[in-house]
């Protein structure tokens, strides 16, 4: 690994090629290879971000080329295998921002409970039974050492044996009250200054910090390698997730032209239709409305024939009459004048 991080070094500072004889032929960079670090292309390495914090990642095992970083930024926004990358760099970034999320839950909850505790610990009724319990075995401890003196006197030297082993464990039990009740007075004076110093967990890297502490640690915490690495990881995630969303937008924009462009075509067809459904109609109303006009005038025609035909019959029916007429005053005429004759 130590190799490893020197050869790094070195890369970094005398160029990749540092190896290479002046006569041989360096090999062209491919920003594809998988050598290279992809996230360090995209953006950044988040290996480089907390190096020696507890959120160290230890280092990256691929290389940091910046050449090969100006040839990625350089391809097409739209290249496959780059928008690949930067969805990579997103769901590493995404990962480890879940999971300080998580830490800043747990915090949270953490110092609920403590507030929860000291009220807990500074229960008094607690404090008294601890008491009452060790003025008892203090009681039998002082009786049982009495009997024990007296059993020695006696020369039942088993028995004083018995009593003192008795004594001792309950000098023991007594102890351990003793200590609970001072390890008690001690974390309840502790909780007691930490509710003093009330904490706050750091919404950005998960940190406790002190409410109102001092401006310089406040500041010390803010420029923090831990509190800047997660501050940078949140802004490149944004900025990346933008990117990404506006790679994939032209085509999706170039689906929703095609899309467009199929609309207008048929929207064009469905009026081209409609045009000549209504030509037709047109058409056939016309036809229709010419063959009432002929119609009309046919009719017109028939009846003049008709009014026609009377005129001629009601002339000829004239003519007839006027006619007998005529014949019957001339005959009526010769006979006057033959009578008259006579």
């Given at each position: 690994m130590a190799v490893l991080a020197a050869a790094q070094l070195l890369?970094?500072?005398?160029?990749?090629?540092r190896n290479v004889?002046?006569?041989?032929?360096?090999?062209?960079?491919?920003w594809e290879d998988p050598?290279?670090?992809?996230?360090?292309m995209v953006k950044f390495c988040p290996h480089d971000l907390f190096v020696n914090t507890r959120a160290d990642l230890g280092p990256c095992i691929k290389t940091h080329d910046d050449e090969a970083k100006r040839l990625f930024e350089e391809a097409k926004k739209t290249h496959f295998k780059k928008i690949q990358y930067q969805e990579d760099f997103i769901r590493f970034c995404s990962s480890m921002i879940n999971e300080v999320e998580k830490k800043i839950i747990k915090g949270r909850q953490r110092l609920a409970l403590s507030g929860k505790n000291v009220l807990a610990t500074t229960n008094p009724q607690q404090a008294e039974k601890n008491q009452e319990k060790i003025d008892i075995l203090n009681d039998r401890i002082n009786d049982l050492e009495k009997e024990a003196e007296q059993a020695g006197t006696d020369g039942n030297v088993e028995q004083a044996q018995g009593l003192m082993k008795l004594c001792d464990q309950l000098k023991e039990e007594r102890d351990t009250l003793k200590k609970a009740e001072l390890g008690q007075l001690n974390l309840t004076a502790q909780l007691a200054v930490e509710q003093e110093k009330q904490m706050e967990v750091c919404e950005v890297c998960g940190a406790f910090l002190i409410v109102g502490d001092a401006q310089q640690r406040i500041d010390d915490h803010l420029m923090g390698k831990q509190h800047m690495g997660y501050m940078k990881l949140k802004k490149a995630l944004e900025e990346i997730t933008e990117i990404v969303k506006d790679s994939k937008?032209?085509?999706k924009y170039g689906?929703?032209?095609e899309r467009d462009r199929d609309r207008r075509r048929d929207r064009g067809r469905d009026r081209?239709?409609?045009r000549s459904r209504s030509e037709q109609g047109d058409r056939e109303r016309k036809k229709d409305e010419n063959k009432k006009e002929r119609d009309e005038e046919h009719n017109r025609d028939e009846e003049g024939r008709e009014g026609r035909h009377r005129d001629r019959d009601r002339e000829r029916e004239r003519r007839h009459r006027s006619d007998r007429e005529d014949r019957h005053r001339h005959h009526h005429h010769h006979h006057h004048s033959h009578r008259h004759r006579r």
């Open positions: 890369d970094e500072l005398m160029g990749r090629h004889a002046p006569n041989e032929k360096v090999k062209s960079t491919d050598e290279y670090c992809k996230f360090f937008e032209p085509r689906k929703e032209k081209e239709r409609e």
